[in-house]
């Protein structure tokens, strides 16, 4: 049976498989031996897709409600019906209100978000935003883009391997995050390659590092300052780079001197001497690569502690040489072909929280606030959004401060919601549209995000129901509302533009078109190293901009520096009493991808229930015992997990999964509020000043046993049944 080559979205990406179809039907998956990426392996998440596509509650027709809102009440409408209503729902807002009164919502990296901006542009609103970005990868992705002008990676690729690994605020041998593979990372680990980890939360690669920094959490920036201050007094860093290639040199260690070792020791909570080992031991390892994550992102501190950590492997001579932290090859346009059509007068308008990184004065990209976009809804400031589209994004689950979102969602005039099932943020819509699964997609992507190696081909081998990829539920809405989308078909969009584009940045692919891509799966150009002596950075100075000439410019700090978090114990000690813990959020697990597939029963079997981890001693002195149930609760409301008492856990630190509600509750709510930790978490101001990042982790808490196991129940007979 002939096999087809399709990339796998069921995470970020990034491994090829080989997918046998049977009477229109996709019977069998293997894992490409020659995926670029992969070589042969895969992870549970894709290898369920077949139990995906054809999942009996999986969405495969357009739905109108019919009963009052979020009443679960739904009529099964045609395609031409829904597209035809949303058309001119739209068009009336645009017509009588303005465009900028239609917002559009997006979730993390997924093949159409090109296609996604496009829409919002040709709709003429500048109020597209989406539920990571601005605390998930927009933040190192702008301060490699302010550092340097590019992005970096990991160089898991070329013949010379790391000769270490700092892994920060990530973990990666879980989360293989934007196409960093977790089996890359645990290669690297059997290699014996050593890794230096900043984390609060033990985990395989902490147990496995050379040293382990377990920091306070939020206090990341300061850490990275610290070690910079160590680097550069020492004169441990690369003198060459650092007299030839950099801008703001004298300047930044100035500001780093502001982070001696005792400060930083007393800010992060981490022994002195093991902040000095770690600057001694990233400057011994050559070349040292970084994987950071979004511990860091998600933060008041967001940019400027991705911009000091983006610095240590740069001055320390890491920065695009073999097997080091190499630039980004942007080898296809996939992730930005927006058509940048907004008049200044609507970028003005753009609900932007008027941060620099967002508002487009100190990125070329424009983006709307996530938070105040919804706010927007419920306040009518500054101005009222009417209508919304939400497409791969559970909203309710993933902005911060969930009660929020659903007070915001439920005051919307009209709200269209695209996805595989239906969801606690579905049955707030209007209409429900249901999107097509990676193997019913034509689409190209490059692969992984950090370094691009590879430009990777995801194609339709069936139709499942009446599902539709979202990039053509776009470009049909957009002709029937007679806009300029500037293409016709989603295949002339691939061939036209991103494989058009491919062609010319790497002629050795001219000419090539998706019907030829197809039949390859891939492409991996070659890489070069240490393009920038070459060409020089591409930042106004030409140089690694420690000092950023942009951020200057916009106002903004130009050096890296760190504030205490908006609650903390230290920022709210008034707290501590009714709260004493620390809170992180997030956690990535092996089976799920941020709140997807907990209908997935073989996945879900391997982890049945949300895991609140924190140590034997913080547990039992709250009166909890290993695998009970237990109550957290913040400032803003009270969730309940299920405690996982982790022998390496630092006292006082509690660390609760994201991403949770349950299908087996039912319509409409589908226990959207039991578990869900965006409920604990600060949405509202203060967020980072640069990119407006809100709080996320680091948050004060307090824990109190559940006795209720009803969760556990309803799972069982669920399951069971
Ligand atoms: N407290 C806390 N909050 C967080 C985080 C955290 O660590 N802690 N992490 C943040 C991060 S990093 C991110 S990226 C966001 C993630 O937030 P989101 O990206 O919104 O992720 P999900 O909530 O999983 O929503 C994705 C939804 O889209 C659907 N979907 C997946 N692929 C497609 C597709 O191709 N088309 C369509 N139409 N639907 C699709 C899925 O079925 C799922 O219901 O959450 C953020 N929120
Ligand atoms: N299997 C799977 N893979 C995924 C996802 C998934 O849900 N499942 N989600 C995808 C998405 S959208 C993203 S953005 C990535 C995220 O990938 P990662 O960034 O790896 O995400 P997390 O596991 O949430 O967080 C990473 C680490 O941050 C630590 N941490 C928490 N607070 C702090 C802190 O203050 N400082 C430091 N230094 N560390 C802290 C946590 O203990 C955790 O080990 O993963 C992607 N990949
Ligand atoms: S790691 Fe991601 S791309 Fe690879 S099989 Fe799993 S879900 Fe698919
Ligand atoms: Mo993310």
Redesign the pocket.
């Known amino acids: 049976m002939p096999e087809f080559k399709c990339?796998?979205?069921?995470?970020?990406?990034?491994?090829m498989?080989l997918l046998t179809v049977e009477d229109g039907k996709v019977v069998g998956i293997r894992?490409d031996p020659d995926g670029p990426l992969?070589k042969g392996?895969?992870?549970?998440?894709?290898?369920s897709?077949i139990e995906q596509m054809y999942h009996p509650e999986r969405l495969t027709h357009p739905l109108r409600r019919v009963g009052p809102k979020g009443s679960g009440k739904w009529e099964r409408i045609s395609w031409d019906d829904a597209l035809e209503e949303i058309a001119e729902k739209l068009g009336a807002y645009r017509r009588d209100y303005g465009p900028e009164t239609i917002a559009l919502i997006s979730g993390t990296g997924r093949h159409h978000l090109s296609q996604f901006w496009r829409f919002a542009n040709v709709l003429g609103t500048p109020n597209a935003t989406s539920s990571g970005a601005l605390i998930c990868l927009g933040p190192r992705k702008n301060a490699g883009e302010l550092c340097c002008g590019h992005f970096a990676g990991v160089d898991y690729y070329g013949e010379t391997r790391p000769g270490g690994i700092l892994v920060w605020g990530a973990n990666p041998a879980i989360s293989?995050a934007d196409?960093e593979?977790?089996f890359l990372i645990k290669d690297a680990v059997k290699e014996g390659i050593p890794l230096i980890v900043v984390d609060p939360k033990p985990n395989e690669l902490t147990r496995a590092a050379r040293l382990w920094l377990p920091l306070r959490p939020g206090t990341d920036g300061a850490l990275a300052l610290g070690i910079l201050h160590i680097l550069l007094k020492e004169e441990l860093y690369d003198r060459e780079f650092a007299e030839n290639w950099t801008y703001g040199f004298s300047e930044l260690k100035e500001r780093c001197a502001q982070y001696d070792p005792d400060r930083v020791a007393e800010i992060t909570r981490l022994p002195k001497e093991k902040i000095i080992e770690a600057a001694h031991l990233i400057a011994g390892i050559k070349p040292l690569a970084l994987e950071w994550g979004t511990a860091i992102e998600q933060s008041t501190n967001a940019v400027q502690t991705c911009r000091a950590i983006f610095m240590i492997p740069a001055l320390t001579g890491n920065y695009d040489v073999p097997g080091g932290f190499v630039e980004s090859m942007e080898i296809a346009p996939t992730a930005d072909i927006l058509l940048n059509r907004l008049s200044p007068e609507t970028v003005k308008k753009c609900i932007s929280g008027g941060y620099p990184l967002c508002d487009g004065t100190a990125s070329p990209k424009l983006f709307a606030h996530p938070y105040m976009t919804l706010d927007a809804i419920r306040t009518g400031k500054p101005y009222p959004i009417r209508a919304l589209i939400s497409s791969a994004n559970n909203t309710l689950i993933s902005v911060a401060d969930s009660r929020h979102t659903l007070e915001c969602l439920q005051a919307l005039e009209f709200f269209v919601y695209m996805d595989f099932f239906m969801t606690p943020t579905a049955q707030l819509a209007d209409i429900v549209l249901p999107a097509a699964l990676w193997p019913e997609v034509d689409s190209v992507f490059c692969m992984p995000e950090f370094g691009d190696v590879a430009a990777l081909c995801m194609q339709k081998v069936v139709q499942v129901g009446e599902c539709r990829a979202d990039e053509e539920v776009f470009l049909e809405l957009s002709k029937r509302m007679g806009l300029d989308y500037g293409a016709e078909s989603q295949r002339e969009i691939l061939d036209n533009e991103i494989l058009a584009e491919l062609g010319r940045r790497r002629p050795e692919y001219a000419g090539i078109d998706f019907e030829t891509f197809k039949k390859l799966g891939f492409i991996t150009p070659e890489r070069t190293y240490l393009n920038y002596r070459k060409r020089g950075f591409h930042t106004p100075t030409g140089k690694f901009e420690l000092w950023s000439t942009v951020l200057e410019k916009s106002g903004a700090d130009p050096l890296p520096s760190w504030e205490e978090p908006p609650e903390t114990p230290v920022s709210r000690s008034d707290l501590l009493e009714d709260y004493p813990l620390i809170l992180i959020t997030g956690s990535r697990t092996m089976p799920f991808?941020i709140s997807n597939n907990r209908q997935i029963r073989s996945l879900r079997k391997r982890h049945p229930f949300p895991l609140c981890a924190m140590s034997e001693t913080t547990g039992k002195r709250y009166g909890i015992e290993d695998g009970g149930w237990v109550f957290i609760e913040t400032e803003r409301g009270r969730i309940t997990q299920k405690a996982q008492f982790l022998p390496d856990m630092p006292e006082g630190i509690v660390n609760a999964e994201m991403g949770w509600w349950y299908p087996e509750a039912g319509a409409p709510g589908y226990g959207w509020d039991e578990s869900n930790a965006n409920i604990l978490t600060i949405g509202a101001p203060p967020h980072d000043p640069i990119g407006g990042a809100y709080q996320v982790r680091a948050l004060l808490c307090r824990i109190a046993p559940n006795p209720d196991r009803s969760i556990e129940d309803r799972y069982n007979a669920w399951i069971n049944g």
Request: with cysteine; proline share 4%; charged share 10%.
């Open positions: 990339a796998c979205r069921g995470c970020h990406g990034g491994c498989h894992p992969n392996r895969a992870c549970i998440k894709g290898m897709i293989g196409g593979l977790t991808f």
